[in-house]
């Protein structure tokens, strides 16, 4: 492929135009005011959780991450909790990626799987319409949102949801927010991000 070495108009202007890159430097620092004060929320609500976590779990490890190159566009994330060990994942990610949505995200692989994917049986309508979905990606690591990507967990998908459960070897449940939506521009990332995990409870609970 033969890439030209002439700009359009629309790259010339993209070129000479500061204001976009002063608003990115100031949008990202807003983000990561915002992913500090979920740090906090969340530590709120982890203290009192009866956690069903592997065995050499540590409660207060987190990891803040910037990059730039999230299939082409900018991201920040936290995890907390963060356990990445051997093979064993026991995460919730707060993820804004650019261009995109803000997306939280449970991830459980390895020690406790089983139990874990009993629980969505079980305890499926407390997890059910609110505004949860299933990945249905092959990693852990795909943050897409849509059909062939994720699947809803209403109410009326338990066995559906069941049967793709017991197929997978890890588990990843999200809820979007877009940013299209009012929450976004009045700053509630911590709050989607509480409400997101007192979801995801059920699952990881005793």
């Known amino acids: 492929m033969t890439m030209s070495s002439q700009f359009t108009d629309e790259e010339a202007a993209l070129m000479a135009d500061q204001h976009f890159f002063l608003a990115k430097v100031q949008i990202m620092a807003k983000v990561r005011h915002l ?5 906090a929320a969340l530590k709120e609500e982890i203290g009192p959780a009866s956690l069903a976590t ?10 803040f991450v910037k990059g730039e190159n999230l299939e082409f566009f900018p991201y920040q994330y936290l995890d907390f909790p963060k356990h990445f060990h051997d093979s064993n994942t026991f995460a919730f990610r707060t993820l804004f990626w650019w261009g995109h949505h ?9 020690e ?3 139990q874990h994917k009993a629980r969505i049986v079980d305890r499926f309508h407390q997890l059910a319409g609110q505004g ?14 849509g059909e062939g990507y994720t699947l809803p967990i209403t109410h009326d998908r338990k066995a559906q949801i069941a049967a793709v459960v017991g197929e997978r070897s890890f588990l990843k449940i999200v809820r979007f927010l877009p940013f299209t939506n009012p929450r976004i521009q009045s700053g509630q990332m911590p709050e989607f991000s509480r409400e997101t995990f007192r979801a995801i409870l059920p699952i990881v609970t005793r």
């Open 35 to 39: 992913l500090s004060a979920t740090h």
């Open 54 to 63: 592997p065995s050499d779990f540590d409660p207060t490890n987190y990891h």
């Open 112 to 114: 406790g799987i089983k």
């Open 102 to 110: 803000l997306v939280c995200a449970l991830m459980l692989e390895g």
């Open 132 to 145: 949860l979905e299933l990945s249905l990606a092959p990693t852990l690591w795909e943050w897409k949102r």
